[in-house]
């Protein structure tokens, strides 16, 4: 969960993106910047030293960016890096995901099985879950080897196991109380 700077700078930036139709496309491209920040820390870290100058951070965002993300988001970067926030752009980002998908009737739902789900079975999960929540659904799978066979949902922040790894330990916690 973002915390509450994090939440106004992101709550900012989406109803601006809104105003203007353009709020899937900030959604892609900050999440791309923090895609280059997670493969680059050291572009986020010279942009978090207060040893190097404002200008020379603007001027490496400009190299760096301009023309490959909207100029307003841009000057949003530069902004946050002006205030000595950009190191919070993560979770800015995700507060802007957060405000987007309930503004869109949008879910997130992970699953995690013990092998890759085939394109049938992963389009039919997220029809069962869009049909469960109401929503359009954003499905991330998994795989976890150790879960045997089944799968894990987790939606929210609520969890449905149906993995044989749980339940063997089920089975197994049955015959300990039985037993004992």
Known sequence: MADIVSERYALSLYEVAAEDGKAKAFLDELTAVCEVFKREPDFLKMLTTPSIGLEDKHKVLRTVLEGKIEPFLLNFLMLITEKGR????HDMREAYKEHYYFENGIVEVRAITAKPLSAALTDKLKSKMSAVTGKQVV??????????????????????????????????????????
């Not at 950009?86 to 752009?89: E, Q, S, T």
């Not at 949902?153 to 330990?169: A, I, P, Y």
């Open 139 to 180: 499905l991330e799978t998994s795989v976890d080897e150790n879960l045997l066979g089944g799968i894990v949902v987790k939606l929210g922040n609520e969890q449905f196991d149906t993995s044989l790894r749980t339940r063997l330990h089920e089975i197994a916690a049955r015959l300990t109380n039985t037993i004992a």
């Open 86 to 89: 950009v190191g919070l752009i």
